[in-house]
């Protein structure tokens, strides 16, 4: 793969004399969602699929982007001054892909910001060479396996090493998940930019989005698998009703703060919401505060079941946490429920479920290794009758954190 970058750069950027190459994963989330941006526990995992980059610092301020993935869009030429003018934002829509490494770069000069992570004097610049970077994907895109914080954290990671910068792992995923807020605007929780900076081989990771506290839990999944079906419905961030599930929920948990002390969601057990619902007033609040609360525990007791070795209450939460995503949070949508209702017909199948933001991407499914052939092609079939539309599947592996190559 590396000679592959490196012949990729010299073919745009004519030699690749002097030319480092980096990876960066991409995740998927095992069960825990849409509880990141409600105080709660999710359970991702790092993929062997992710990102590629080859980069070259400059002696100039230029800085040019170039994606194997977008050919169409050619090279795309920006420079320091741009990404690094105060803290002012300067953001240009028809940079299209490159506003994702862009934003990564202009949160390394949001000096408030990258003070709480970086020791940086007072009007010191972390950046002050521009790059040749050509980037590689080999996840599919909009997807729900987090191509957007694959090619951030992959991009923050490139500019620690290339620039010197003392800033962890831990502190690269906050950075990333800013620029994603605030440059590109999706307004995503922690989850995903966490994954793909921690991920570790043959490991989950227990993340508790309250505080960032995490364990890793070894991924013994004995003789499973794990399926990645992608419905092929493309899916936006930007223009889905992510933003929406959000407000529904900070409304709910406003309604509930009135007769408990309670700072998220995430702190209150089933009991508990069912005993309070009376205060939410609205039916379609209850439901989408409900599936925070009920996912919150799921993914409690899910990593319970793994250390117990009991797959098939592992997989029994999974079935439920799309039932819940279905029914009372309504992001899953006619695809996803048709690839997730074949999987659970299929013998040999452990649990299967939507995975990411929903309204079209994957789902994940966890297969017995013996029947995954079959799984493959009879869920294929089956998806293909009822929507019209080819899935794809990839049997992953679980991969580590971002790193040269
Ligand atoms: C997207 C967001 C994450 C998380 C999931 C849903 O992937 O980027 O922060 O909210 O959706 O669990």
Redesign the pocket.
């Known amino acids: 793969m590396k000679n592959k970058l490196l012949n990729w750069f010299s073919d745009i950027y004519e030699d690749s004399n002097g030319v480092n190459v980096y990876f960066a994963p991409g995740r998927v ?1 095992l069960i ?6 409600n105080g709660g526990h ?1 359970f991702p995992c790092a993929l062997e699929i992710g990102t590629y980059a080859a980069v070259r610092l400059r002696n100039d301020r230029t800085l040019r982007f170039y994606s194997m993935n977008f050919p169409d869009e050619g090279v795309i030429i920006s420079s320091l001054d741009e990404i690094s003018s105060g803290e002012e934002l300067i953001y240009h829509r028809k940079d299209d892909w490159a506003n994702y490494p862009k934003g990564v770069l202009w949160a390394f000069a949001q000096h408030s910001f990258v003070k709480k992570y970086i020791d940086i004097k007072d009007g010191q610049t972390l950046i002050d060479r521009g790059m040749d970077i050509l980037y590689y994907g080999d996840i599919p895109n909009g997807s ?1 396996l ?1 191509s ?2 694959s090619i951030e954290v992959l991009t923050a990671y490139i500019i620690k090493d290339l620039y010197h910068i003392d800033i962890s792992l831990r502190d690269i995923s906050l950075l990333s998940q800013y620029a ?1 807020n605030k440059y590109v605007g ?1 307004n ?5 930019q966490f994954a793909v900076a921690m991920g570790r081989e043959n490991h989950a990771i227990f993340l508790d989005t309250s505080n960032l506290d995490y364990e890793y839990a070894p991924l013994n999944l004995g003789d499973n698998k794990i399926v990645i079906a992608n419905s092929n419905k493309r899916r936006g ?1 930007g223009d889905s009703k ?1 933003n929406e599930r959000r407000s529904e929920c900070e409304e709910a948990l406003r309604r509930l703060q009135a007769v408990i002390d309670i700072n998220t969601l995430g702190d209150l057990t089933r009991e508990e919401f069912d005993a309070h619902t009376e205060v939410i007033k609205d039916n379609t609040l209850i439901r989408r505060a409900r599936h925070a609360v009920y996912e919150n525990q799921r993914t409690i007791e899910a990593i319970k079941a793994l250390k117990a070795d009991d797959m098939q209450g592992f997989g029994k939460l999974m079935n439920e946490s799309h039932i819940s995503l279905r029914d009372d949070y309504e992001v899953t949508g006619h695809e996803l429920d048709s690839l997730v209702e074949a999987a659970w017909e299929q013998e040999g199948v452990i649990g299967a479920r939507m995975t ?3 309204f079209g991407g994957c789902t994940v499914n966890i297969v017995n290794k013996d029947y995954v052939e079959q799984f493959i092609s009879n869920v294929g079939r089956l998806y293909e009758d009822k929507t019209g539309l080819k899935a794809d599947f990839y049997v992953v592996e679980v991969g580590g954190g971002p790193g040269r190559i």
């Open positions: 989330n825990g969602e849409h509880t990141d941006y999710v729900g987090s957007s914080a994603e999706v995503c929780g922690i989850m995903d961030l992510y990411g933001a929903g």
